[in-house]
């Protein structure tokens, strides 16, 4: 919880307990409601309960045409299908294309199946809306039906479905990560290129007398038009990346302390770096530096010998930040400051909470400038590389690292009109 004399800046209140919130927090504080999704639970709890059983099954895929951050849905697959008590039936299964809105030329036409004038012919989005009814709507995984949702919002449509089963999830015997290939091999479904791979296995599972139940519904959140106009971003990114003790050897034992403190404030406005902060911190812990540090960071013995101390650093990075409007801290992973959290509590160091939410740019790098091959997030020198930006300075070293990361803040801001906002912060404390 946030400490009394800490102040509360962009309030909102609960809906619910009335209590006031600081505007990073997603959750109220104090009773754990969420801020955009209120009325929408309260929908969701009400059919969680009702007992009533599903009688039709809508099954929903399609194929995107992209074009840098934006998809858009070209080719949709509709597959309706009735169920009763001994037996199901499809009763209606369509393909159609989508005439473009968002991106006029199909991107990429080599590898697509639909042709350009298939594309000028084709039926507009909301025009697809009268083929969808029933209890409820199967997509492949939740990525695809948030990109439904971001559809109907880019058309100014009212989404018409509101909550659906994600197959990926509730597939039996699975951790939740089986692509439509696997589920296909795993079922033992042949593939065939016309078919309609996930009425196919959908289809099969209720041949196994597989149950699709209410316990399995997710929503589909859109947003309030309220909240929606509140996410202007944050007006100031403060990139941090610590430097640590380290030891060549793995030991879960060695207790890792913070040598390096540096961060530069990048204002989205006038995009550019307008404040920069930098100390070499004493470590007490393990004070003698290993050579493999050294070899690594760059740091010298000297430089953390007449370095301060972590909780003076603290006060002063507190009182750098001072004055800056709107602003979140970023950076490359998790580590940086659940690192500082942990060093922290073994040192009775106070964090406030500003201390304690932050941006990791690895999560919510653009998937368009990812590389599609690779599962994982990127590392600092892919993401630089994705964007076309040689490694600047000395790896490992902090303050070239967080000049490093700025710079593809800035390309990310600048070539790509991307928007850092509250919907991206994660959090070092339990919300």
């Given amino acids: 919880m946030i400490q009394n004399d800490e102040k509360v800046e962009y309030p909102w209140d609960c809906v619910l307990c009335s209590q006031q919130n600081a505007y990073f927090l997603k959750k109220c504080q104090y009773c754990g409601t969420v801020k955009e999704q209120f009325c929408q639970q309260m929908k969701f709890d009400y059919l969680q309960n009702d007992n009533q059983a599903f009688s039709e099954i809508n099954i929903i895929d399609f194929e995107c045409n992209r074009a840098e951050d934006r998809r858009e849905i070209l080719e949709l697959l509709i597959c309706k299908l009735k169920l009763s008590e001994s037996d199901y039936n499809v009763v209606f299964s369509k393909q159609l294309i989508i005439k473009p809105y968002l991106i006029p030329l199909i991107q990429n036409p080599e590898y ?37 949702l971001e559809q109907c919002q880019y058309c100014n449509l009212q989404c018409p479905i509101t909550k659906y089963i994600e197959l990926r999830r509730v597939f039996p015997n699975s951790n939740g990560q089986l692509t439509l290939n696997a589920m296909m091999k795993e079922l033992k479904i042949p593939y065939q290129s016309d078919c309609f791979a996930l009425a196919e296995v959908v289809s099969e599972l209720l041949e196994r007398a597989y149950k699709f139940e209410l316990n399995m519904l997710q929503t589909l959140k859109f947003p309030i038009p309220e909240e929606e106009a509140r996410l202007q971003g944050f007006d100031n990114i403060i990139i941090l990346d610590f430097e640590a003790t380290c030891v ?37 812990e393990n004070p003698i530096l290993s050579e493999f540090c050294t070899e690594l960071t760059g740091i010298t013995q000297q430089q953390v010998d007449e370095g301060i101390l972590l909780e003076q650093a603290v006060d002063e990075f507190i009182e750098f930040k001072k004055g800056l409007q709107k602003c979140c801290i970023l950076t490359c992973g998790d580590y940086d400051l659940h690192l500082l959290k942990k060093e922290a509590a073994r040192k009775g160091i106070p964090i406030s909470r500003e201390l304690q939410y932050y941006i990791n740019i690895k999560k919510v790098f653009p998937k368009s400038l990812r590389n599609p091959k690779d599962p994982k997030d990127p590392c600092m020198v892919e993401m630089l590389k994705l964007c076309g930006l040689d490694l600047l300075g000395r790896h490992h070293s902090g303050i070239d690292d967080v000049k490093n990361i700025t710079r593809i803040v800035h390309y990310l801001i600048n070539e790509k009109n991307f928007q850092f906002d509250e919907r991206m912060v994660s959090y070092t404390f339990k919300l």
């Fill in 248 to 284: 060549r050897e793995s030991d879960k034992k060695y207790l890792q302390e913070i040598i390096e403190f540096p961060a530069q404030v990048y204002n989205v406005q006038e995009r550019k770096v307008t404040k920069e902060f930098q100390k070499y911190i004493k470590p007490v």
């Fill in 112 to 148: 697509s199946s639909i042709t350009q004038e298939q594309a000028d012919q084709g039926v507009p989005f909301q025009q697809t809306f009268q083929y969808l009814s029933g209890d409820i709507y199967i997509f492949e995984n939740k990525e695809k039906a948030r990109i439904y």
